[in-house]
């Protein structure tokens, strides 16, 4: 078991996230968050400040946006016609979805206008632009498995427990009704 958190190092953590003094998301010790060290699984700055903590420690840190979900950017909106989303019945503001360009590549958004004729789609994260305060607790440390260092995420998290889970399987995970807001960045990053 190892003693501090460095890179190859499953972490669990207790933490709250704060934007403009208001809790957005938290964790407690019993169901605390998992991450792999050093797979930017979550924001930058919070792995960054993570790094050498031992088991038990807590700390608060607060991130500039370009530690956290990056600047918001006014030029990544897009309008949709309705009639291209014909095949989405029960779209709601602030709803995360998938969307496929030409190429085949796939992005988040969320819906941030519904109008008769057109939809108004945001591909920035919900917390682009924020400063984000997190206040963390680390309650667990192993050394990962040789599969989660490959896969470069930790196993086990309630959308992938299952053991034959891999990169495709994220298509079939249906954010329509499981993605919250403050659940991940476009990139999938928690915290």
């Given at each position: 078991m190892p003693n501090t958190i460095a890179d190859g190092v499953v972490v669990s953590l207790k933490y709250t996230l704060e934007v403009d003094g208001a809790t957005?998301?938290?964790?407690?010790?019993?169901e605390p968050m998992e991450y792999l060290h050093g797979?930017?699984?979550?924001?930058p700055g919070l792995e960054a400040a993570l790094a050498g903590k031992k088991l038990g420690d807590?700390?608060?840190v607060t991130l500039a946006p370009d530690q956290?979900?990056?600047?918001?950017?006014?030029?990544d909106i897009d309008e949709i016609d309705r009639e291209d989303m014909a095949h989405m019945d029960d779209?709601?503001?602030?709803?995360?979805?998938?969307?496929?360009?030409?190429?085949?590549?796939?992005?988040v958004a969320f819906v941030r206008e519904i109008g008769d004729e057109t939809i108004i789609l945001d591909f920035n994260p919900p917390l682009a632009g924020k400063t984000l305060?997190?206040?963390?607790?680390?309650?667990?440390?192993?050394?990962?498995?040789?599969?989660?260092?490959q896969h470069g995420h930790v196993h086990g998290m309630d959308?992938?427990?299952?053991?034959?889970?891999?990169?495709?399987?994220?298509?079939?995970?249906?954010?329509d009704e499981d993605w919250e807001e403050g659940d991940a960045d476009s990139n999938g990053k928690k915290a």
């Open positions: 957005v998301a938290q964790t407690d010790a019993e797979a930017e699984n979550i924001v807590k700390m608060s956290a979900y990056g600047d918001y950017d006014p030029e779209l709601e503001l602030g709803m995360a979805i998938e969307v496929e360009d030409e190429e085949g590549d796939v992005y305060t997190y206040h963390v607790e680390v309650v667990g440390l192993r050394d990962a498995t040789e599969e989660e260092l959308w992938m427990e299952d053991e034959e889970w891999d990169e495709d399987d994220l298509e079939d995970y249906d954010d």
